[in-house]
Each structure stands twice: as structure tokens, then as C-alpha cells.
């Protein structure tokens, strides 16, 4: 009897041989299946990073051990991103650089030492993927031996580590970009981290709403799944951060008064500071009004608490708000968000940036079209087809009609500053030979700069939603190096509002042309809004300017030939919010006026100026262009780099155009 009691005792042990269970890898099977009746870990994720966590000096600006303490307000977060927590879905909208994307690291981490599973992280695309991959989780892995055990180097033979996949036991990592379906459907995944979410695409691949073909990688795993969404908030109506966090509890980091001790979220409107001394930035407690000095801020982050303010609509999501007025002693300051709140006023656009960044709110786009009255009694004198000196380049955009094309020609300075510089209606319409010549003429015709030199135009945007096979045809006929056909699509797409080209079958001669024409894609709206934004700035008075004021960036000059009907049609949209039939706002340009041809020819002789680069040209660009053109340096503001159009060219005949009847 003895025997068997051995031979049992012995198989209980963990270095039991394969011979004594009854074939070859036996022992490593039961040991595997013995990990995997294993519970999730009651170890939380903030709990992990305080003890696990290093942080590497190319990837923090404060290497070390990682300190939850640093950051109070994110322990909740990170701990309800815990296989104990019964929370499915966390929505975080919040400021830039409040330490969330940290939070997220640990979470991964996390995942592939204590609990293993699938795991898909999305970046907006997949370039930025690959980005994060090198700076962000290599050294994750790197900083810390515990997950250099679990995820063998990538000149392993059979390590499953590349790029965008970190396999380890249990587990496997997939990093994709939104804008990949494939990546978005590759796997199953029990937890999905959704980065920046507001910057992805509206469809990946033309699948669909790439959050919602990620989500649905996790829904075998019911209640055990996890998914973390996170972003700067962009535009209200458009944004997805704001409109999850609406759905949610709406969570605010409440923080005690040093003085009172009364409970209350940081408002952007209690920070004050004497007008063009930010250094005085000091808050106002709500209750008490006495002021909270910047140093009371630790003090208060460690004793805050997240509390939800609305009920939820599905009660596995909560979701948290998070400002940067919360940013820790050393961070962001309340003196630099002063500075930075008087720096933004004036400019749409720096306010914009500013609400969205520093207050991690959605910013409400100015829809409302200016007021045509108002526009034409700031009209300025020069001739048609003259050039006024600060205009250093040109663009046309060319709207296809039944029986015309109107074409309007506008120069660009340093900052997008913008001159009408010819309007001119083509008639006869596409399908009359004659009236595509006059096009193609056009390419040839010079403009006369205020210098005295001869400018042509650098590109032409054309578009292409009416009589497309005729525009392909004749685009590819004169050639893409001056002409770009485009295609508008409804949608804010602030980070490249053009995308292409792509290529595209074209129609010449009655014979089928494979990959024949380049066509890009303009998100119409977000031109529109910036042209009604521009049109609305303030600018010098007329005694500021003769003392040699210059306008602000993007200021658009009208000339005293455009009549009533140009300004009308100019402001013939306007922005409204619309509802969905699920309840989601969203917003949508409806036209006021039937006729809205000048907004199109502007929306697509900007998108014209982007194609070329203009948006992103360094100062040396500008410099060579003002001194080809003999103009004076101005001040401006510095772009990107692209290559610059040659301006200047030899003079050629002018041709017949038809200009319109409510041209002066």
C-alpha cells in the first residue's frame, strides 16, 4: 500500500517527470493549465507601478521610479483599469500632459506581468504607432527587469517581438494606427487601449468608425474585458472623448480649500491674476474666496477624490474630467496658464489650442457666417488682376457648374494672408470644348505683382463632385504638376485637412484609363471655418496701418470690385448643430442662399495653398519668395518645410475670359 501513496506524492511535486505522468511535455502542460485556473491578481495597477515601474530618462522628463503620488488624481484611473474592478469601460478627457499616456504605459505593463491576455493599444495612425512602440514601450519593457523576463528582445529568433507586436506568456501586444481596418480587426482582445481618440480618422479603410471596430474585438470577453479611452477633446458636436464623457458619470476631481477645507473641482474661471501680470495667477476658492497660492496645490492633490456628477448610460462606464490646472508643482503652472490664456486672446485659433490643451474642454466652433455688410465696408482698393504687394504666391479654386466654371485667383502672403486677385466665370460649362481651353489658358495667363514682376499660378484646385470623368480628362490632359483635381468631404480634420493623392481611373477619349488621375480630399469644413474665422479677425485701423501696423495671420482682403453678390455668396453657410438618431450631436454646414460658389472657390484655392506646402514652408521659403518679387521682409510667423513655387515667369498674351456681371 505504500507504493502507490509514493508514486501519488510524487506526482504532486512541481518537478514531477514526464515519465512518471505518461508521455513527453506532460508536466509542462499540467503546469500551464495550473497558471491558467490561476484568479486575476488583487494587485492593482497603481499599486504595480509604485513597485515596478521605471521610468527611462529618453521617455520622462522625470526618470525614476514611477510615484503615483506625483499624480493623485490618476490612481483611480489606473486602478479601475484592474481585472478586480467591475468597471468595463473608462473614459478619460483631459488636458495635454497631465500624466495620462504614463497611466497607460503602467496598465500595459501591468497586463504583461500579472495579468496576461490580449491586448490591442490603438494610436491615430499607424506611423504614430510605430513612434510609440520605440520611444514609449520599448523603454517600458527595457526600465524594468520583471517585463524584460516576459517579452524576449527582438533578435530573438522566436521571440514574437517586432514593431508593433510584443508576444509574452499568455499574452500578445498589438499596436495599430485608427486608420488601419486590418490592424483594427486583427485579433480578440481582452483589453483595448484607445489613445487620443479624437485625433482618429471617421472611418478606417471606409470599414467604419475605427472605436467601434476596435470595441468590438472585446466583446467575447463579456464582463471581463477592459477598455480605456483617452484624448484631448477637439470640437464640440465632432469631438468623441466629449461625447463618451457625456454618456458617463462625468467624474471631477474635487480637492479641499486650505482655508476652509470646503470640497470643489478646479474652474478655469477662478484663476485670477491682474490684467498683463499673469506672475499674480492665484485661485479663489469657491466657498471662502480667499486665495489658494500655487505651493497649497500638493497638499490639496493628495487629500482630492474623484466624485461622479451625472448618472451614467451604461453603468459599466464611469468617466473622468481632468484640467491642467491640476498639473503638479513643477508641471504647468498657474502663472503659465495665465500667460498662455493672454497670449490666445484675440486668435481663434491660439484659443482654440488653448481650451482644448490647457482646460481639456471641447472648443465651440464659430459657425456663424460674417456678416456681408460688415465685410464689404472693409473692402480695400486695388485693380482686378493686380497683385498687392504682400501677395508672394497664387492658387485658383475652380467650381465645375452645368453651363460654366467660375474660377477665383487668390494671392497668399507670410501667415495665410490672403488677397482676391481675379474673379472670372468661364462659360459653356464641361461639356463644351471651348470652355476648357479657357481653363487651360489660364494656367498660361500672368498676373502683375505690385513690383512690377509677372506672377502666374502655382496650382490650380478643381473640383471634381460634377462632371467627374470631364475633369479627370482634362487634368490629366494639361498635366498634375499645376492643376489638382479634388473631391470636398463633410468633416473637421484639423491635423491634414488634404489627404492624397490618390489614384484613380480617368476617362480619356472614350477609353478607360487604370490609375489615370490624382485626386486629393479636402475637408471642406475645416476650411470653411477657418475662412469665416479670418473674416471675422480684427485688424488695424486705417491710422494704424499708415504707421505701418501689419494685420494679423490669416487676415483675407477684399477688393472694392466685389460686389454684393461675390460677399454674398462668400458667407452663404453656416455652421449649425444637428442631432442624430441616436441622440448625438454633430455639426453640419447648411447653406442660407442657394448660390454659395465664391465659399467653394475659396475652400478650394486654400486647399490649393496646403497642396503646395504653404502651410508648412520655413522662413527661408518666405524670404525667397519676397525676394524674387523684390519685396521688403515682413514679419511672420515661421511654417514647416515644403518647396516653395517659382512666382516669376516670362510674359504671355492674356486670354478672353468672361468676367461675371456682378464683378465692378
Known amino acids: 500500500m505504500s507504493a502507490p501513496s509514493s508514486t501519488a506524492s510524487r506526482r504532486s511535486d512541481p518537478g514531477l517527470d514526464d515519465d512518471l505522468v505518461g508521455f513527453d511535455g506532460s508536466a509542462a502542460l499540467i503546469r500551464a493549465w495550473s497558471r491558467g485556473l490561476r484568479p486575476d491578481p488583487d494587485l492593482t495597477v497603481s499599486s504595480w507601478a509604485d513597485r515596478h515601474r521605471k521610468l527611462a530618462s529618453r521617455a520622462s522628463a522625470e526618470p525614476g521610479q514611477y510615484r503615483t503620488a506625483r499624480t493623485p488624481y490618476m490612481r483611480e484611473i489606473m486602478d479601475r483599469l484592474s481585472p478586480g474592478d467591475p468597471t468595463q469601460r473608462i473614459v478619460f478627457m483631459k488636458a495635454a500632459q497631465?500624466?495620462?499616456?504614463?497611466?497607460?504605459?503602467?496598465?500595459?505593463?501591468?497586463?504583461?506581468?500579472?495579468?496576461?491576455?490580449?491586448?490591442?493599444?490603438?494610436?491615430?495612425?499607424?506611423?504614430?504607432?510605430?513612434?510609440?512602440?520605440?520611444?514609449?514601450?520599448?523603454?517600458?519593457?527595457?526600465?524594468?527587469?520583471?517585463?524584460?523576463?516576459?517579452?524576449?528582445?527582438?533578435?530573438?529568433?522566436?521571440a514574437g517581438n517586432t514593431m508593433l507586436s510584443k508576444e509574452f506568456a499568455g499574452g500578445i501586444l498589438i499596436m495599430t494606427g485608427a486608420n488601419s481596418a486590418v490592424g483594427l480587426r486583427s485579433t480578440p482582445a481582452r483589453y483595448i487601449f484607445l489613445d487620443e481618440v479624437d485625433a482618429y480618422p471617421a472611418s478606417a479603410d471606409e470599414e467604419g468608425d475605427p472605436v467601434t471596430l476596435a470595441e468590438a474585438r472585446s466583446l467575447t470577453f463579456a464582463h471581463r474585458r477592459k477598455v480605456f479611452l483617452v484624448s484631448t477633446p477637439t470640437i464640440r458636436g465632432l469631438s468623441r472623448i466629449e461625447r463618451e464623457f457625456e454618456a458617463s458619470d462625468q467624474r471631477r476631481f474635487h480637492v479641499p480649500c486650505p482655508h476652509c477645507g470646503a470640497m470643489q473641482w478646479l474652474k478655469f474661471e477662478r484663476l485670477r491674476w491682474e490684467k498683463g501680470r499673469p506672475e499674480t495667477a492665484e485661485y479663489l476658492c469657491e466657498d471662502c474666496e480667499r486665495s489658494i497660492a500655487e505651493h497649497h496645490k500638493t497638499r490639496m492633490l493628495e487629500r482630492g477624490e474623484?466624485?461622479?456628477?451625472?448618472?451614467?448610460?451604461?453603468?459599466?462606464?464611469?468617466?473622468?474630467?481632468?484640467?491642467?490646472?491640476?498639473?503638479?508643482?513643477?508641471?504647468?503652472?498657474?502663472?503659465?496658464?495665465?500667460?498662455?490664456?493672454?497670449?490666445?486672446?484675440?486668435?481663434?485659433?491660439?484659443?482654440r489650442a488653448f481650451r482644448n490643451t490647457i482646460l481639456g474642454e471641447a472648443w465651440m466652433e464659430t459657425g456663424e457666417a460674417p456678416d456681408w455688410q460688415r465685410l464689404a465696408?472693409?473692402?480695400?482698393?486695388?485693380?482686378?488682376?493686380?497683385?498687392?504687394?504682400?501677395?508672394?504666391?497664387?492658387?485658383?479654386?475652380?467650381?465645375?457648374?452645368?453651363?460654366?466654371?467660375?474660377?477665383?485667383?487668390?494671392?497668399?502672403?507670410?501667415?495665410?494672408?490672403?488677397?482676391?486677385?481675379?474673379?472670372?466665370?468661364?462659360?459653356?460649362?464641361?461639356?463644351?470644348?471651348?470652355?476648357?481651353?479657357?481653363?487651360?489658358?489660364?494656367?498660361?495667363?500672368?498676373?502683375?505683382?505690385?513690383?512690377?514682376?509677372?506672377?502666374?499660378?502655382?496650382?490650380?484646385?478643381?473640383?471634381?463632385?460634377?462632371?467627374?470623368?470631364?475633369?479627370?480628362?482634362?487634368?490629366?490632359?494639361?498635366?498634375?504638376?499645376?492643376?489638382?483635381?479634388?473631391?470636398?468631404?463633410?468633416?473637421?480634420?484639423?491635423?491634414?485637412?488634404?489627404?492624397?493623392?490618390?489614384?484613380?481611373?480617368?476617362?480619356?477619349?472614350?477609353?478607360?484609363?487604370?490609375?489615370?488621375?490624382?485626386?486629393?480630399?479636402?475637408?471642406?469644413?475645416?476650411?470653411?471655418?477657418?475662412?469665416?474665422?479670418?473674416?471675422?479677425?480684427?485688424?488695424?485701423?486705417?491710422?494704424?496701418?499708415?504707421?505701418?501696423?501689419?494685420?494679423?495671420?490669416?487676415?483675407?482682403?477684399?477688393?472694392?470690385?466685389?460686389?454684393?453678390?461675390?460677399?454674398?455668396?462668400?458667407?452663404?453657410?453656416?455652421?449649425?448643430?444637428?442631432?442624430?438618431?441616436?441622440?448625438?450631436?454633430?455639426?453640419?454646414?447648411?447653406?442660407?442662399?442657394?448660390?454659395?460658389?465664391?465659399?467653394?472657390?475659396?475652400?478650394?484655392?486654400?486647399?490649393?495653398?496646403?497642396?503646395?506646402?504653404?502651410?508648412?514652408?520655413?522662413?527661408?521659403?518666405?524670404?525667397?519668395?519676397?525676394?524674387?518679387?523684390?519685396?521688403?521682409?515682413?514679419?511672420?510667423?515661421?511654417?514647416?518645410?515644403?518647396?516653395?513655387?517659382?512666382?516669376?515667369?516670362?510674359?504671355?498674351?492674356?486670354r478672353r475670359t468672361v468676367r461675371s456681371s456682378y464683378m465692378r
Open 98 to 158: 497631465v500624466g495620462a499616456t504614463e497611466a497607460g504605459n503602467n496598465w500595459i505593463g501591468f497586463v504583461i506581468h500579472q495579468a496576461p491576455g490580449p491586448m490591442l493599444a490603438v494610436q491615430p495612425t499607424v506611423e504614430l504607432a510605430k513612434r510609440n512602440s520605440r520611444q514609449r514601450i520599448d523603454p517600458l519593457i527595457h526600465e524594468s527587469p520583471d517585463l524584460r523576463e516576459r517579452v524576449k528582445p527582438a533578435r530573438s529568433r522566436d
Open 306 to 351: 474623484w466624485r461622479a456628477t451625472a448618472t451614467a448610460a451604461d453603468p459599466a462606464t464611469v468617466g473622468y474630467h481632468l484640467s491642467a490646472l491640476y498639473s503638479p508643482v513643477g508641471w504647468l503652472s498657474w502663472q503659465r496658464i495665465a500667460r498662455a490664456h493672454e497670449a490666445a486672446r484675440g486668435s481663434d485659433e491660439a484659443m
Open 377 to 654: 465696408d472693409r473692402r480695400e482698393a486695388w485693380s482686378p488682376g493686380t497683385v498687392p504687394e504682400r501677395g508672394l504666391f497664387l492658387t485658383a479654386g475652380a467650381d465645375v457648374q452645368k453651363d460654366r466654371i467660375e474660377v477665383d485667383v487668390w494671392a497668399w502672403g507670410r501667415g495665410l494672408e490672403s488677397w482676391l486677385v481675379d474673379h472670372l466665370v468661364l462659360e459653356g460649362g464641361p461639356g463644351d470644348p471651348a470652355c476648357w481651353q479657357q481653363l487651360t489658358d489660364l494656367l498660361g495667363r500672368t498676373w502683375t505683382h505690385a513690383s512690377g514682376r509677372t506672377m502666374t499660378l502655382a496650382r490650380l484646385a478643381i473640383d471634381t463632385g460634377y462632371e467627374t470623368s470631364a475633369v479627370y480628362a482634362w487634368s490629366r490632359q494639361v498635366g498634375f504638376a499645376q492643376v489638382a483635381p479634388v473631391k470636398g468631404v463633410e468633416g473637421f480634420t484639423r491635423t491634414s485637412p488634404v489627404t492624397g493623392p490618390t489614384y484613380v481611373d480617368a476617362t480619356v477619349a472614350g477609353k478607360r484609363l487604370r490609375r489615370g488621375a490624382r485626386l486629393w480630399t479636402v475637408a471642406t469644413s475645416t476650411f470653411k471655418a477657418e475662412t469665416y474665422r479670418f473674416l471675422r479677425q480684427d485688424r488695424p485701423t486705417k491710422e494704424e496701418m499708415a504707421a505701418s501696423a501689419l494685420c494679423p495671420p490669416g487676415t483675407i482682403h477684399l477688393p472694392d470690385w466685389a460686389d454684393g453678390e461675390w460677399l454674398k455668396q462668400l458667407t452663404a453657410e453656416q455652421l449649425v448643430t444637428v442631432r442624430t438618431k441616436r441622440g448625438f450631436a454633430r455639426l453640419e454646414w447648411q447653406k442660407l442662399r442657394e448660390r454659395n460658389e465664391a465659399l467653394d472657390t475659396r475652400v478650394y484655392a486654400r486647399a490649393a495653398a496646403w497642396i503646395l506646402g504653404a502651410d508648412r514652408w520655413p522662413e527661408a521659403r518666405w524670404a525667397d519668395l519676397e525676394a524674387q518679387l523684390g519685396v521688403a521682409k515682413s514679419d511672420g510667423p515661421e511654417a514647416g518645410a515644403a518647396t516653395a513655387p517659382s512666382v516669376t515667369t516670362r510674359p504671355m498674351p492674356r
